[in-house]
């Protein structure tokens, strides 16, 4: 038994042994062939942490390769192996092609998959610095390192990774925009990067964002940022930073001469922090644009801040949205664009800025001339509002030439003056729905019922037109289901000639829809109805205690305009 299997492998060996050497050739110039020499071949060394050669292969340039010489046969096979090339040779001869189409095997190019490329100092100390901590290195970072850009965000890096990307870094003069951002670095990344950051003088952008640094984490940044004197743009959002972080911020931007652009939005600063970020500004000369929109600065930090930007003489643009200035902040907003002029740009969206808000900025904004684009839309602003910002500009009282009013509804009126004031001056408008009304008042002023109590229009015409809750119901539902969408409630009163902003319909679903399911049955209609009844008697109890009864004064103008969109429309019908 064991003899025969001996030589059955014997006779397998002399087969293999006996190929012809051409096939043998043709068969290795056909294999992907990577030079061992590659400076990426050092990815796939067992000592860097992984064995793995999965990456991405570029066909960098052609070259041909002769033909491998085989090693000899051995002296009993050899006549044999003559034999067979022998036979083999006349039998090609009878099928070979002519000579005009014959190739040489030595003449077949080869395409090589990689050539290597000059490594560079920082890739070198890279792929050690991955070595020491027994980390998989990284091809996106190795390739970047000689970049100008390296972006690395979602990559879910961890502290070791940063830590061998921070130690490349420490002599690195080629990237200067590094976005890491969304990895949670927490404070334990961000002290091996501002460890670096305190070295390198060649990185000039910076992005942190979505990292959760927390308190540590802006400690940190702040201390780098003060001995680095080249990062001019730092992106510090959506950290979790909080009021008492900012002061190390504060610190900072007292002291710092270089940084140019700050982000801090999506953060978490409130009153504390808006008055730290004020005294900021009033030394800071240097920093041209500020981010802190989605944060909390409301009444003494907007005050604050607001006071803080009247005496600062560099800032161009600033973004405060979706914050809380309300009247207070934009009384003293309005105070800083009187006396301010260096800011180009303003962004005070979704602040709720009602009317008086507004006026409030207006006063300030006839004495400025430096600013170009005001961004104010996503506020409780009605059409007259928005009118009277229109007119100033009409007068030529400001620079603006972009004006931006998302959302805010407007009227014929509006639309007329805006195409006067298009011919003479260069100015973009953006606004929200343009509402349809007639000029139904004595006046020349139209009445618009654009309004922040959009539930009180619905029960006014509901009393006016001696209608139950249930024939109100029945009149607005078309689809006969019982409930009333917003389509629904939105045709219904455009068709008795009450037009709603999409503002004061959001307003009036949040009240009416209760339970959220985006219609409004016979139920929630009566919870509406009991808390308006109880709120107009609230209103004429306060009317009674005030002499001047500004309240029911507004309640009865409300009253009387819809009495007299009523009779139009009846008018309309007749005729």
Known sequence: MTSSLTSHMQSTMQALALLPEKLRQRRRIRQRVLDPASPRAAFANPKYGSTSRNFIFRVMAQRKVAPAVEPSVSPPYQEMQEDKTEQTAEQEETTSPSPTQRVSVSDIEVVDVYRPKPETPCQKIYQRACAKLQVLPSMSVYDHLPCSQMALPHSGVGHDEVKAIAIALVHNSSVHTLNISDNRLGSTGTAFLTEALRENRSLADLNLSHNALGTEGARLVAAALLSNTSIVRVNLSSNNIQDNDIICISEMLQKNRTLRDLNLSHNHICHVGGALLGQALVVNDTLRTLDVSWNHLRLQGAIAFCRGLAMNQGLTRLFIAWNGLAIEGCHELGRALSTNTHLVELDVSANRVNGVA????????????????????????????????????????????????????????????????????????????????????????????????????????????????????????KDNSETLSREELRNGLLNIDIPLSSRSMDILMNKLDLNRDGHVDYEELTIGLKEYLRKTARWKRKAEQNSDKPVVSRLQQLRKAIRMRIEASQGRGST
């Open 358 to 477: 507004c006026r409030n900025l207006l006063t300030g904004l006839r004495a400025n001339t430096s600013l170009r684009c005001l961004r104010i839309g996503t506020n409780p602003i009605t059409t007259e509002s928005a009118l009277s910002i229109l007119l100033m500009l009409a007068d030529g009282a400001t620079g603006l030439t972009e004006l931006d009013l998302a959302t805010v509804s407007v009227d014929s009126n509006f639309l007329a003056v805006l195409q006067k004031v298009q011919e003479k001056r260069p100015l973009a408008v953006t606004h929200g729905v343009p509402l349809r009304h007639d000029d139904i008042t004595p006046g020349t002023q139209p009445v618009v019922l654009d309004t922040d109590d959009p539930v009180t229009i619905l029960f006014e015409f509901m009393r006016q037109k001696n209608l139950r809750l249930i024939d109100l119901l029945h009149s607005l539902d």
